[in-house]
């Protein structure tokens, strides 16, 4: 299988599972206890905890470890919703592109809460006007939600100007980094954001781990109950293998990234397949054209084309590719990304994300090319 769909998920590595191995199969006391095999646990915990916050350049009490990154960003969202409201501060402002982790538990504070929401649009580059964005916020303002990189289309969002922003407004601000931890940089302080989730399976870690990141004084209600775990932010037993793993697997991703070759190398292949794909079909559009988007990901509507028979198609062919869309009931759901970009419906339901990877080739590049024309050879004779 020709897999290019990393922004679903990713392999877990191999230093990853490495490190996992002796939590899964020797220390294994519960991290709250006060026995010896406890207290082993804990101080993977702690250690793993001290690694992560030294990749985010931040202290160790701002990371809260999770289940991964639908939790933290509700944990986040709700959170610091019902910790910091107040009767004249109960404005919420979130971008209409972002993940549904995001839209669903902003929109539920709305419903149900009686929060006040603004949803802001998003140009046909996928991106947020930082005036409009300066302007929906106001003296009743508490929190805003614009995410790092975007999951389906890779725009990068510009957090580090909306953060001055909301500094200037006395609003809490927190990025949605699931797609953007390990390749670009993601350090809070420079950001200027208060709060950051991301999640293990996106950075070759393991399903079942991810984190908040706070900042420094900034307090949260507990969306669960049942403990007093995470510093009684966070309730239930900490998933020690897979915290480790998700910390190997960041401490990789994050000198990866540093070095930037890797996501050289990958833009090339990106290049690569779009070049083909023009080439195989000429009136295909490059969503997000012209903005500044993470090196992995190529977004593309094929006018004309069924969406779901392309993906079914390729599938078919060994490629492992998604859409920018959600199946639903059996038929293919219009992405609501594409569509706040102005992108027409039906177009929206031709499209296929890409999304590449560490084992990506310029071999497995050309032969995806090759099978995407059989596939469309098919559509174009029906």
């Known amino acids: 299988m020709i897999y290019l769909d990393h922004n679903a998920t990713t392999p877990l590595c191999p230093e990853a599972g490495e490190a996992m191995r002796p939590l899964l199969e020797g220390t294994w006391g519960n991290p709250s206890g006060i026995h010896a095999s406890a207290r082993r646990t804990r101080a993977v915990i702690d250690e793993a905890r001290d690694r992560l916050a030294g990749l985010l350049r931040e202290k160790p009490h701002g990371v809260v470890f999770t289940g991964g990154g639908t939790e933290s960003c509700n944990l986040a969202l709700l959170g610091l919703a019902r910790r910091h409201r107040a009767p004249s501060r109960d404005h919420l402002v979130t971008v209409s592109t972002e993940h549904h982790a995001v839209l669903h538990a902003m929109r539920s504070l709305a419903r149900r809460e009686g929060f006040r929401l603004t949803e802001l649009p998003v140009d046909s580059r996928g991106l947020v006007d930082p005036s409009e964005f300066a302007a929906a916020l106001g003296s009743g303002t508490l929190l805003a939600s614009v995410m790092l990189a975007n999951n389906e289309t890779g725009v990068i969002q510009p957090i580090a100007e909306l953060a001055a922003i909301c500094r200037e407004h006395g609003v809490f601000l927190h990025t949605d980094a699931v797609q953007a931890f390990g390749k670009i940089p993601c350090h809070p302080a420079e950001l200027g954001v208060d709060a950051l989730s991301a999640t293990s399976h996106k950075f070759y870690g393991p399903h079942g781990a991810g984190f908040l990141w706070l900042r420094s004084g900034l307090s949260i209600e507990s969306i669960q109950h049942g403990g007093y775990h995470e510093n009684e932010r966070r309730p239930g037993t900490e998933n020690a293998a897979a915290i480790t793993g998700m910390t190997m697997a960041a401490e990789r991703a994050i000198a990866e990234a540093c070095e930037g070759m890797e996501s050289v190398r990958q833009a090339a292949l990106r290049e690569m397949l779009w070049k083909g794909i023009r080439e195989l079909f000429p009136s295909a559009i490059r969503n997000a054209a012209g903005a500044v988007v993470i090196a992995n990901t190529l977004n593309v509507s094929f006018p004309g084309c069924d969406g779901e028979t392309l993906l079914m198609g390729l599938d078919l062919e060994g490629v492992a590719?998604?859409?920018?869309s959600a199946c639903m009931v059996g038929s293919i759901m219009p992405s609501h990304v594409l569509?706040?970009?102005?992108?027409?419906?039906?177009?929206?339901?031709?499209?296929?994300?890409?999304?590449l990877g560490r084992a990506t080739t310029e071999e497995e590049i050309a032969l995806t090319i090759a099978a995407l024309g059989r596939v469309l050879a098919r559509q174009t004779r029906r």
Do not use: K
């Open 321 to 324: 590719v998604s859409s920018g």
């Open 339 to 355: 569509l706040a970009m102005g992108v027409p419906e039906e177009t929206a339901r031709a499209t296929v994300r890409f999304s």
